[in-house]
């Protein structure tokens, strides 16, 4: 057979396949290790130089021509089969829709949440700071003396100390970003600082990360009753009960003089502890490039793991941090709902 007869012969056999299956077995036939259009090539190597030139030169027209026609046809036998299939493959709109999952907003989120809105709508605004925060921040201009129990390694964690040889420690509260405030900005102050915190310690009612929201308030006239009547409101609107009743117990930080520790009568049946707070220790104000003789104030921190547990009726403090989806089902909250 000539190389034309064959290049005809071919092309016909091609025009002829009527699936991808067959495609490929004509494919392989012709062009595979042991093709005709392949063994013809093979060939070549026996024939004298001037044959090798004239039948390679035909042979690769032949080759091109029939490469050239397998690619169209499997193009054409592709479309078809899709062209097939979306026939076949109707959408049935009457069925039900798959099922769709809403995620919830976590706990801490809700109530994080709640407590910067009630505190904006009093005039404080957000401030932020560090995690890792400098020993200075931290401890030294909020009073704390050297030897105090929070400085002790089973307290706070600590972290290798900066390029200025600085203590470093993971902030064991959201204090010295009250302390980030006053040095940057002058009175008057009013700020909520919320967030992250962390302690060496692991219970029931303790993690060693967990969550705090802490106000301040620094001008000229700001005393000890407007901090009782500003925590009276907030306590009062995030547990949703205006007869709510509160107690002031005297207390000690190093940062706050006079000190309190604020309980709340829960439930019919017991005091209940829920926060700390204070006036501004004259001491913090001059750390802080503040006379204390001109300017005074209030701050107070509570835990925001503490406030959820009891509006939710959330007994284990570590179930926040468990991750368990049934749980957060169960305690969280309607995105649509967020404020």
Not at 19 to 30: F, G, T
Not at 164 to 189: A, F, G, N, W, Y
Request: aromatic residues 10%; negative net charge.
């Amino acid at each position: 057979m000539n190389m034309s007869d064959l290049k005809h012969k071919t092309l016909e056999e091609i025009e002829k396949i009527a699936s991808l299956q067959d495609w490929e077995e004509l494919r392989v036939a012709v062009l595979g290790k042991k093709g005709s259009l392949t063994l013809l090539m093979k060939e070549l190597g026996t024939k004298s130089p001037e044959e090798r030139r004239l039948m390679g030169a035909e042979l690769n027209v032949v080759k091109e021509a029939v490469t050239e026609a397998l690619d169209l046809r499997k193009h054409q036998l592709e479309e078809a089969d899709l062209d097939a299939r979306l026939a076949r493959e109707t959408l049935d709109v009457s069925l039900p829709p798959r099922p769709f999952f809403k995620g919830k907003i976590h706990p801490l989120s809700s109530v994080m949440d709640q407590a910067i809105h009630i505190f904006g709508q009093m005039g404080f605004k957000v401030a932020e700071g560090p995690d890792i925060e400098e020993d200075f921040y931290n401890f030294t201009a909020l009073n704390f003396p050297p030897e105090h129990p929070a400085r002790q390694e089973h307290d706070t964690f600590y972290l290798p100390p900066g390029a200025d040889q600085q203590p470093l420690v993971l902030r064991t509260h959201t204090s010295p970003v009250q302390i980030r405030t006053m040095l940057q900005e002058k009175p008057p102050i009013r700020i909520i600082a919320p967030g992250r915190t962390y302690r060496s310690d692991y219970d029931a009612t303790h993690t060693p990360m967990f969550h705090q929201i802490e106000g301040l308030v620094v001008d000229t006239h700001t005393h000890m009753g407007h901090l009782k009547g500003c925590l009276e409101e907030f306590c009062r609107l995030f547990f949703e009960d205006p007869a709510l009743k509160l107690r002031f117990r005297p207390g000690y930080f190093p940062f706050t003089e006079p000190s309190a520790e604020v309980d709340i009568w829960w439930k019919d049946s017991s005091w209940l502890e829920i926060l700390g707070c204070g006036m501004v220790h004259p001491n913090v104000l001059r750390n802080c490039d503040i006379d204390p003789d001109v300017y005074q104030g209030f701050a107070f921190g509570m835990g925001i793991e503490r406030i959820a547990m009891l509006k939710y009726g959330i007994e284990d403090l570590r179930l926040f941090f468990d991750s368990d989806i049934r749980w957060l089902n169960y305690y969280g909250f309607d995105p649509e709902a967020r404020e």
